[in-house]
């Protein structure tokens, strides 16, 4: 049902999805629809050749679209003629996809030697054109419908085993059909079963446009008479009849089979183009996107009292995507600050928001996203309120990014010098030596041995933790005052990630960089930030100094984070765990998120808590709870 | 005494391709052209007792993922043997046998098919070889379902309907169906959100109680490794540097690499900015360097780790480890 209503998303679709459906229907009735057999010779009459749309013949008989030089009824033959292109195009259509896909799912399934061979003779066979493989095949075996679908298929076949291999080859290496390998399920289960279903989306889209090309290619052979018989006149023959007569004004003959072609492949290619979108979720817009109106911004909430003036002050951030599902609230009036030479610890798990929060920081929102309310002080100055021009002078700059995946910063195909150097001069004017000079320093700051020789590499020439040292010195190319790092050592060994949390640390000390830290682990953080947040659906949850937070949560989420790490004492005894998983981002619910897997959870419970410190004297330790965990002193 | 569980005996996997049809007649007529190879696994030995959890610890592209797929029939071992209860696995034909051995993956995303439904996921196998008649599936994937914590009600449902932690306990029904003996699990809680992790930790213990199982445990995560392990491993490279009993290696690591990822192990009681970091990088497979492989990261290497690969020695009861420093230095 919801495929449906993706398919009418797109007007133009629907349009073709009815003459297709139209001229379908045509087609397969056209024995009873059409007013002439035009090939019982008996019943047509030489006298009426040639007449001109609307006229009547000597019998009486109306022809709607005129008749051609046999006398034949245009409207009747081009109905038969339907019927023939449709069934040369579908019948070769699927016997092509049934075998492609067979030889294609085998190849990339089986691998090597078999793989090869199979793809080399599709190789050779697409390298041919098309029509000229089937003109040859049609010169050899003569006409007739058989031989003309024959040798559609033998065109078509290579493509659909192309398509059909590369689509899954990208599946075979999925875990579930390694999964289907060990629990020796045989060849043929897993290639039909497993492999096929999840293989036919792009092959379906393929077959449509496979099927309009395969008309068009029917009626081109067919134009140049070695394809149908002219007993069986298909659209294709049908126009050449015409073709004679269009100078002498007669064009009803070859104009109206004509159209019908066009509206067939045409709407054909309609359908075709639809399916495509809806399998391909990245071409599909949001549905909800709200307009582009200013935004409604609270008043800002006085700072929160700290030391040293903060660098970034984030108040009430609100960031909402408008899905196709509903609105996911990813962020959610979330309020936090970082002071300069400080490391904040943004923690949470998946689908906390938290890296939504530091690209809404960056204002990196894509739609179907949106910043709706907050501010995003930087300095004093709201960045929400910039233009894109003073944007792109804050970004890269004064304040930098490290992703998780370190090619989200590095371009494949440039040398780390010209990276660097191009980084520097976007933002200032300098030389191209002392920008060198520079970015030599700042990777010999962020460990890199050799410097002066992986400036000429190319980033596929350097190993991941290389990579990721990389990134980071081109994020503190310009000094900037704040750095966000998105999970920058997930993906990185434990040694190397050790290494490049010790020269994160003293760098961030050394120059004063504030640093937000994104992470999904704790023990990540707890070397590294002198404070940590810690997010669950949208809300910061927890907030205070690193020690405290560790060693005295307040939350029922963090102790339960906390408690579900095993420790060097676990061994032997089941670990505690947190019931139940985080509920779905488009959940809409006033009250504390966290509270259905909470073992304190109340009635209270359904109102949603203020963040807020227990005491006067832990101002600096805040949580949102109405059950906080006090620690009983002895 | 019985043969262990499982054996690994000298077991290497390369991963290369052939030498080109030019190369190849190169050599024929007398050039020297090596095929370009990763050993992936080189020349490991390993074994799984009854109802014992063997953890496999080590970086990326060490080669603990290549071991599990080995045994499991995924990929044939290059060189060596596998033993399964004291007999060559490559020789077994009784299938019921082969499926003894059932692997756990790491992506709870892509291990479960999208287009099947719970019940098909899980019954599937044990239909197609006859465990189960077709009208009792039902029935058995509910129990599963109960025995691995989730409700009976799921089996109609679909993976996408699933949390990460969820569809994991999908897969565990999926390999206890098939009643196994050993359990392949290679990083099966990594991709889980921290709070579900301890969830599946909890499960694989109760299972491994409840069914004397025994696991080949793959982790790069030593905190859960010294959970659940009874023993542990340690691969560098393709080859295992060190391996003890769990407390023996935690409290005695033997191995510089060993004390190296230990100490580099985030850890909650870690003050502000101490993070003991090992130099230098994981050399490239394709070109590891020659001797011990470890030698240009190791503090005390000596001329002889250059050279000479250190073979795997007793060093206590039960613990092994490849270092030439415990031969007293340069022989």
């Known amino acids: 049902m919801s495929r449906l209503r993706q398919f009418a998303a797109s007007r133009v679709a629907v349009v073709g999805a009815i003459v297709l459906l139209a001229l379908s229907v045509a087609a397969l009735l056209a024995s009873w629809l059409a007013p002439q057999n035009p090939f019982d010779l008996a019943t047509l009459n030489l006298h009426d050749s040639r007449l001109p749309p609307g006229s009547r013949g000597v019998d009486g008989q109306w022809y709607a679209l005129g008749t051609d030089l046999l006398a034949r009824d245009v409207l009747s033959a081009i109905l038969y003629g339907l019927r023939i292109s449709v069934l040369v195009g579908l019948s070769s259509g699927v016997i092509a996809f049934a075998l492609g896909t067979a030889v294609g799912l085998f190849a990339a399934y089986k691998g090597g030697r078999i793989d090869n061979l199979l793809m080399r003779v599709v190789d050779l066979q697409l390298s041919f054109p098309a029509i000229l493989v089937a003109l040859i095949l049609l010169a050899v075996l003569g006409k007739g419908l058989d031989k003309i679908i024959l040798a559609l298929v033998v065109v078509q076949w290579a493509l659909f085993a192309r398509t059909a291999r590369a689509t899954a080859l990208s599946e075979v290496g999925k875990e579930y059909i390694e999964a289907a390998r060990t629990l020796r399920l045989g060849t043929a289960r897993v290639l039909f079963r497993h492999l096929l279903p999840n293989c036919l989306p792009p092959l379906t889209v393929i077959a449509t446009v496979q099927v309009a090309n395969a008309i068009s290619l029917e009626a081109t052979l067919s134009f140049l008479g070695i394809g149908m018989p002219v007993t069986e006149p298909s659209l294709g023959l049908l126009i050449a009849n015409g073709f004679q007569f269009l100078l002498s004004g007669d064009y009803w003959i070859s104009v109206y089979p004509g159209v019908a072609l066009v509206l067939l492949i045409g709407s054909l290619n309609l359908v075709g183009d639809q399916l495509r979108v809806m399998f391909n979720p990245r071409l599909q817009g949001a549905s909800v996107m709200p307009d582009d109106t200013p935004l409604q911004l609270t008043d800002p909430v006085p700072a929160v009292t700290a030391h040293a003036p903060p660098v970034l002050q984030v108040n009430q951030l609100s960031t909402q995507f408008f899905t196709a599902r509903g609105v996911v609230h990813s962020v959610n009036g979330l309020s936090l600050h970082v002071a300069r030479g400080e490391i904040l610890g943004l923690v949470g798990e998946s689908g906390s928001g938290k890296s939504v929060t530091g690209r809404s920081i960056m204002r990196m929102i894509a739609a179907p996203g949106r910043i709706v309310d907050g501010r995003v002080l930087f300095n004093g100055v709201d960045v929400l309120g910039l233009d894109e021009e003073a944007m792109r002078q804050l970004r890269g700059n004064r304040i930098a990014m490290v992703f998780q995946d370190p090619m989200m910063t590095l371009n494949p195909v440039l040398r780390i010098d010209h990276q660097m150097i191009e980084t520097i001069q976007a933002h200032r004017t300098c030389s191209a030596a002392k920008a060198r000079a520079r970015a030599l320093t700042m990777l010999r700051k962020v460990g890199i041995p050799a410097p002066e020789e992986r400036l000429l590499c190319y980033p596929h020439q350097l190993s991941g933790g290389m990579r990721q040292r990389v990134a980071i010195a081109i994020a503190l190319l310009n000094e900037p005052e704040l750095i966000i790092a998105d999970e920058p050592t997930t993906a990185l060994d434990v040694t190397i990630q050790s290494q490049i949390l010790a020269e994160f640390h003293s760098l961030a000390k050394a120059t004063g960089t504030a640093v937000i830290w994104v992470t999904h682990d704790l023990s990540v953080v707890a070397g590294l930030a002198d404070r940590i947040a810690v997010l669950y659906r949208g809300r910061i949850v927890e907030a205070g100094p690193t020690a405290a937070v560790l060693r005295a949560p307040l939350h029922p989420y963090t102790r339960g984070l906390l408690d579900s790490m095993p420790t060097r004492n676990s061994r032997g005894q089941p670990l505690r765990q947190i019931p139940g998983a985080a509920p779905p981002p488009t959940a809409a619910d006033n009250g504390c998120a966290f509270r259905p897997r909470c073992a304190f959870a109340s009635a209270a419970c359904a109102a949603m808590p203020e963040l807020a410190p227990l005491s006067a004297l832990t101002a600096e330790h805040a949580v949102r709870c109405f059950h906080p965990l006090v620690q009983v002193s002895s | ?331």
Not at chain 2, 9 to 21: E, K, T, Y
Not at chain 2, 29 to 49: K, M, N, S, T, Y
Not at chain 2, 65 to 92: H, K, M, W
């Open chain 2, 1 to 331: 005494m019985s043969p262990p569980l499982l054996e690994l005996r000298r077991v290497s996997r390369r991963f290369g391709q052939p030498l080109g049809l030019l190369k190849t007649l190169a050599n024929r007529l007398g050039a020297h052209h090596q095929p370009r190879a990763v050993h992936a696994v080189d020349g490991i030995d390993l074994h799984v007792g009854d109802n014992e959890v063997l953890g496999l610890v080590g970086e990326s592209g060490c080669g603990k993922s290549t071991v599990a797929r080995l045994i499991c029939g995924l990929n044939p071992p290059s060189d060596g043997e596998i033993f399964y209860q004291g007999e060559a696995l490559a020789s077994i034909t009784d299938v019921d046998r082969l499926l003894q051995i059932q692997m756990i993956f790491q992506n709870p995303m892509a291990s479960l098919n999208p287009r099947l439904t719970v019940a098909d996921i899980i019954g599937e196998a044990p239909v197609v070889h006859g465990r189960w008649a077709a009208r009792e599936r039902d029935g058995r994937v509910r129990e599963l379902l109960l025995q691995v914590g989730m409700d009976a009600s799921h089996a109609d449902r679909y993976p996408h309907e699933f949390s990460g932690g969820q569809r994991q306990r999908i897969g565990i029904a999926r390999a206890l169906a098939l009643q196994p003996r050993l359990l392949l699990c290679d990083e099966p809680v990594a991709a889980l959100d921290v709070s579900t992790q301890a969830q599946v930790v909890n499960l694989f213990m109760q299972l491994k109680q409840q069914l004397q199982l025994s696991y080949l445990f793959i982790s790069h995560d030593l905190g859960i490794v010294r959970h659940l392990s009874d023993r542990v491993a340690i691969m560098y490279l393709g080859r295992i540097v060190e391996s003890a009993p769990v407390e023996e290696l935690f409290e005695h690591a033997n191995h510089p690499y060993t004390q190296a990822l230990l100490a580099s192990m985030p850890q909650i009681g870690r003050g502000a900015g101490q993070f003991a970091a090992v130099q230098g990088e994981i050399p490239s497979p394709l070109d590891p360097p020659r001797g011990c492989h470890f030698h240009p990261r190791c503090p005390f290497a000596m001329p002889r780790c250059r050279v000479e690969v250190p073979l795997l020695r007793e060093v206590a009861p039960g613990h092994l480890s490849a270092c030439h420093l415990n031969d007293g230095g340069d022989a």
